[in-house]
């Protein structure tokens, strides 16, 4: 984990979101979710994650995307993300390689229990 190349927000890192990550992963801030997204998918970054609510049109195609080679895509609780629902904000996401994705579950589950 600390050699993978995390896709991370440039706002969410101003807020001090990513403050408690960048000892244990390495953080590349990057524009867009979706962007993000699109590059993990060409293996640019190994993974992307959101602790903040986002739009289901604004992850639904790079899911499908980084599924598509080969990733995984799930909620922070590790359950697949469902699309097309009555409320359209996704609590969260992560994004990865597929290899990386238990790892940084557990990450996540730490760093947020702890605040």
Not at 18 to 29: G, H, M, N, Y
Request: some cysteine; proline content about 4%; glycine content about 10%.
């Amino acid at each position: 984990m600390p050699d993978a190349v995390v896709l991370a927000s440039r706002s969410e890192d101003q807020r001090g979101d990513w403050a408690a990550f960048k000892d244990r992963v390495r953080v590349k801030l990057t524009g867009s979710v979706a962007y993000k997204l699109a590059e993990v998918a060409t293996g640019a970054g190994d993974a992307t994650f959101t602790l903040t609510p986002k739009n289901e049109w604004d992850v639904c195609a790079g899911s499908l995307l980084v599924e598509e080679a080969g990733g995984r895509v799930t909620d922070l609780a590790g359950a697949p993300l469902r699309f097309n629902q009555p409320q359209t904000l996704r609590p969260g996401m992560i994004a990865s390689n597929g290899v990386l994705h238990a790892g940084l579950l557990a990450l996540i589950a730490e760093v947020v229990s702890a605040r």
